[in-house]
């Protein structure tokens, strides 16, 4: 983009001076539109995600044997949701606001196998590929117990294909574990900012892994040049991968139960609002497309992002989605929340969730620093820098969305609303690295 056009679009979008500022800023989304229409411009439906859900009860048998830790669940890969009300009262004293309404947090920062919420759309699209691949040979039928995969026959059958993927360490490990196990040959492009721990995990499960020194899009498009090369090989693509994005929106129904469990009420009168951290927009995406087909207008979705890397904001803010990266207008794209640095988000995305994503703010690396370590301090939940993005996202809601409340009226209806702050990473980060950033927390506690 050249200096014309980019001062051009910065006239038509004053918001860009405060992102190219670096500010945290709130944004809410013009175009969301109520009721189904805006649902309804999806290429997905609710038969889609239904569809997922039962695919991902078939492999359960097989999960539940190979990953022992999801005995528990039978098979099933879900995370808890858990109300954190002392975090609550730090968040009102330290910010000087009082956030009505219920705080929970759902920890897919737990999820088994890999600790992310990777663990849902990478582990569902492998899956899904392979059932594919056995039903086509004739080794596999949908009714089979699919257990029979944890056998030599088929993982010497898998291990005549291979899987590719780009990414910053988490969809990386994801893919990486469960290819691996189902015998198929893996390699993870990695972006400069994934962490050594995460590339070494992956190599001691024989995963090949590809280092480079530029940023995300550039482990994408390497990864995907070489994949193209290789017809054997299925390449997982982050930026506009449907079955990513579905096995994403399956936590939709699961959370839905989950608040029935807890009598937790969803209607007119009790609003969800739900802060989901972006990189390029899958995942956030995915569960968001998923509630608002359960709960429609009574869900409120807002997408978290760092200052340095706030790329859907960008896409949705100028309309050009994939068209413009946050390196077009001068933003670095550097942030230690290595799970959402991206600068160019998935185009795929921003323009399925455009009519029905309510809005996005972006939040600082001091800011995901400090509430790393307030969560820690408050209810000794330990996640990784990007998994704090959603935290900030109440505050900002009672302090700079006064207009959306008014607009959706929402005003009397807020003591009864319920914040679910999504947790996406941490449980698998070794713990001298969770020390660390716990640390780099307390130091910017004490400086203000
Ligand atoms: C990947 C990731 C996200 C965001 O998911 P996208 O699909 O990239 O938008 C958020 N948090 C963590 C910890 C992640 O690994």
């Known amino acids: 983009m050249n200096n014309l056009d980019k001062k051009t679009l910065i006239a038509q979008h004053p918001l860009l001076q405060n992102l190219i500022a670096?500010?945290?800023?709130?944004?809410?989304?013009?175009?969301?539109?109520?009721?189904?229409?805006?649902?309804?411009?999806?290429?997905?439906t609710q038969d889609d995600i239904r569809d997922a859900e039962e695919r991902l009860?078939?492999?359960?048998?097989?999960?539940?044997k190979v990953f022992p830790e999801t005995k528990p669940t039978d098979g099933i890969i879900e995370s808890s949701l858990v109300k954190i009300p002392s975090m609550k009262q730090y968040l009102q004293q330290a910010n000087e606001e009082s956030i009505e309404g219920e705080l929970w947090l759902k920890c897919d920062s737990h999820l088994p196998i890999s600790g992310s919420i990777k663990a849902r759309g990478g582990i569902y699209e492998v899956l899904k590929h392979a059932e594919k691949l056995a039903i086509e040979h004739g080794i596999l039928k949908l009714e089979d117990d699919y257990s029979i995969m944890d056998s030599d026959r088929f993982r010497t059958f898998f291990?005549?294909?291979?899987?590719?993927?780009?990414?910053?360490?988490?969809?990386?490990?994801?893919?990486?574990?469960?290819?691996?196990?189902?015998?198929?040959?893996?390699?993870?492009?990695?972006?400069a900012d994934a962490k050594s721990w995460k590339k070494e995990l992956l190599r001691s499960k024989n995963v090949n892994?590809?280092?480079?020194?530029?940023?995300?899009?550039?482990?994408?498009?390497?990864?995907?040049?070489?994949?193209?090369?290789?017809?054997?090989c299925y390449f997982v693509d982050d930026e506009n991968s449907h079955d990513l994005f579905l096995g994403y929106a399956v936590a939709a129904s699961r959370l839905k139960n989950q608040l029935e469990e807890l009598a937790v009420r969803v209607d007119e009168d009790h609003p969800l609002f739900v802060y989901l951290p972006c990189g390029v927009g899958g995942g956030p995406g995915g569960v968001a497309f998923g509630l608002k087909q359960l709960f429609g207008d009574h869900v409120h979705c807002f997408f978290a992002e760092p200052t340095?890397?706030?790329?859907?904001?960008?896409?949705?803010?100028?309309?050009?989605?994939?068209?413009?990266?946050?390196?077009?207008?001068?933003i670095d794209?550097?942030?230690?929340?290595?799970?959402?640095?991206?600068?160019?988000?998935?185009?795929?995305?921003?323009?399925?969730?455009?009519?029905?994503?309510?809005?996005?703010?972006?939040?600082s690396d001091e800011q995901l620093y400090q509430h790393l370590k307030e969560l820690v301090d408050q209810e000794e939940i330990r996640l990784e820098p990007s998994a704090l993005a959603g935290m900030a996202g109440p505050v900002q809601l009672f302090k700079n969305g006064s207009g959306y409340i008014t607009k959706h009226n929402l005003k009397d209806k807020m003591k009864n609303?319920?914040?679910?702050?999504?947790?996406?990473?941490?449980?698998?980060v070794p713990q001298e690295m969770l020390e660390v950033y716990y640390q780099k927390g307390h130091e910017r506690s004490s400086k203000i």
Request: hydrophobic residues 40%.
């Open 417 to 428: 609303a319920s914040h679910i702050v999504w947790a996406t990473g941490g449980s698998m």
């Open 57 to 64: 009860k078939r492999f359960a048998p097989y999960i539940a």
């Open 333 to 363: 794209n550097c942030t230690d929340a290595d799970g959402l640095a991206v600068g160019r988000p998935s185009g795929f995305v921003g323009k399925t969730i455009e009519p029905f994503l309510s809005g996005c703010y972006t939040v």
């Open 22 to 44: 670096l500010d945290e800023v709130f944004w809410v989304n013009p175009h969301l539109e109520t009721g189904k229409e805006g649902i309804e411009k999806a290429p997905l």
């Open 159 to 191: 291990s005549g294909f291979s899987i590719a993927v780009g990414s910053t360490g988490n969809l990386g490990l994801s893919i990486g574990i469960i290819s691996a196990k189902l015998g198929f040959h893996v390699t993870v492009h990695m972006s």
């Open 209 to 232: 892994v590809i280092e480079y020194e530029a940023d995300y899009s550039k482990a994408v498009e390497e990864g995907r040049i070489q994949a193209e090369a290789d017809p054997n």
């Open 308 to 330: 340095h890397s706030p790329c859907m904001l960008l896409g949705l803010v100028t309309g050009l989605h994939d068209k413009i990266s946050v390196q077009d207008i001068g």
